[in-house]
Nanobody
Framework: QVQLVESGGGLVQPGGSLSLSCVGS????????MDWYRQAPGKQREWVST???????IDAAFVRGRFTISRDNAKNTVYLQMNSLQPEDTAVYYC?????????WGQGTQVTVSS
């Protein structure tokens, strides 16, 4: 059974950094394209970044070079390095993959940007 577990969230001041991790299990992680999404209070979940199995990446426009997605297949882990965080980045961050027609989501990790 595919499972995704995020970690690394927390409270950070504006301008600060956080590194999120998502560990996958239950299959061949190296064959999974991986996404990061986020959901702010009262808002719809939105896509943040994608890393494909060939290490190619795509970012949402609001990332503006502040976030970097990466993966370490030896550790079954995808990362999201977030720099220059702002209060509007406050959200629950989720990792996601899909296999065939099935999506798999982690439980999320809370990121709060506040002074």
């Amino acid at each position: 059974q595919v499972q995704l577990v995020e970690s690394g969230g927390g409270l950070v001041q504006p301008g600060g950094s956080l590194s999120l991790s998502c560990v996958g299990s239950g299959g061949d992680f190296s064959m999974w394209a991986m996404d990061w999404y986020r959901q702010a209070p009262g808002k719809q979940r939105e896509w943040v970044s994608t890393i494909n199995i060939d290490q190619g990446t795509i970012d949402a426009a609001f990332v503006r070079g502040r976030f970097t997605i990466s993966r370490d297949n030896a550790k079954n882990t995808v990362y999201l390095q977030m720099n220059s965080l702002q209060p509007e980045d406050t959200a629950v961050y989720y990792c996601k993959t899909w296999i065939g027609d099935t999506e798999y989501w982690g439980q999320g990790t809370q990121v709060t940007v506040s002074s």
